[in-house]
Nanobody, 123 residues
Framework: QVQLVESGGGLVQPGGSLILSCAASGTIFSIYDMGWYRQAPGKQRELVAT???????NYADVVKGRFTISRDNARNTVYLQMNTLKPEDTAVYYCNADVSSGTYYSRVRAHYWGQGTQVTVSS
């Protein structure tokens, strides 16, 4: 009933920048918190940043000052602006959204995940 479609990943040199986008679609009533997570090979998925409906943000310490999360509620979209990228930022990045969706008589609130987009930082 809800899909999150990500875009913007790719290969970038250290010190470079990328912006990721994630658009939600489906029978959406409301979207609450949204966030970005990442997972490197052989590692656990970790939180990168979150943003509330009202725009309150939270960042992992390792990305503070370099990454910026934002959202466009009218477009049901969350963004991640990534600056001063480092090789250790290399991972598959996933968006997540807390969504109320479904029919008027059968509504569900749940977290949904995007398919992931690869970010590779390498010289």
């Amino acid at each position: 009933q809800v899909q999150l479609v990500e875009s913007g990943g790719g290969l970038v040199q250290p010190g470079g920048s990328l912006i990721l986008s994630c658009a939600a679609s489906g029978t959406i009533f409301s979207i609450y918190d949204m966030g970005w997570y990442r997972q490197a090979p052989g590692k656990q998925r970790e939180l990168v940043a979150t943003i509330t409906t009202g725009g309150i943000t939270n960042y992992a310490d390792v990305v503070k000052g370099r990454f910026t999360i934002s959202r466009d509620n009218a477009r049901n979209t969350v963004y991640l602006q990534m600056n001063t990228l480092k090789p250790e930022d290399t991972a598959v990045y996933y968006c997540n959204a807390d969504v109320s969706s479904g029919t008027y008589y059968s509504r569900v609130r749940a977290h949904y995940w995007g398919q992931g987009t690869q970010v590779t930082v390498s010289s």
